[in-house]
């Protein structure tokens, strides 16, 4: 394991090692933690970019679509815990 120095804004320490004392973990614990958390954030946003960018240039390519209302109706049926049918990609090309 390295280390690595970190300065940080007096007040920001202060409030880091006060939610580290309210979780019951070291400051230095809390900080890891934090840190471990934004890097799962951005490791995930950058794959769901990547993803989207790959579904936008796959749809370029085929002139194949899904419509948004289907799309929507589709997720409000899943989410409510219902059956549904998958929409159907239809070509958005003339």
Not at 15 to 38: E, N, T
Not at 56 to 82: C, H, I, N, P, W
Request: net charge positive.
């Amino acid at each position: 394991m390295t280390t690595t120095s970190l300065k940080l804004p007096d007040e920001l320490k202060e409030r880091a090692a006060a939610a580290a004392d309210k979780l019951g973990v070291s400051p230095h614990a809390f900080m890891v933690d934090a840190i471990a958390d934004a890097t799962e954030r951005a490791e995930r946003r950058a794959e769901f970019v990547a993803e989207a960018l790959s579904a936008d240039e796959a749809m370029t390519r085929t002139g194949s679509g899904y419509e948004a209302d289907e799309v929507f109706a589709y997720l409000r049926q899943r989410a409510a815990r219902k059956k549904a049918a998958r929409p159907k990609a239809k070509s958005w090309r003339g």
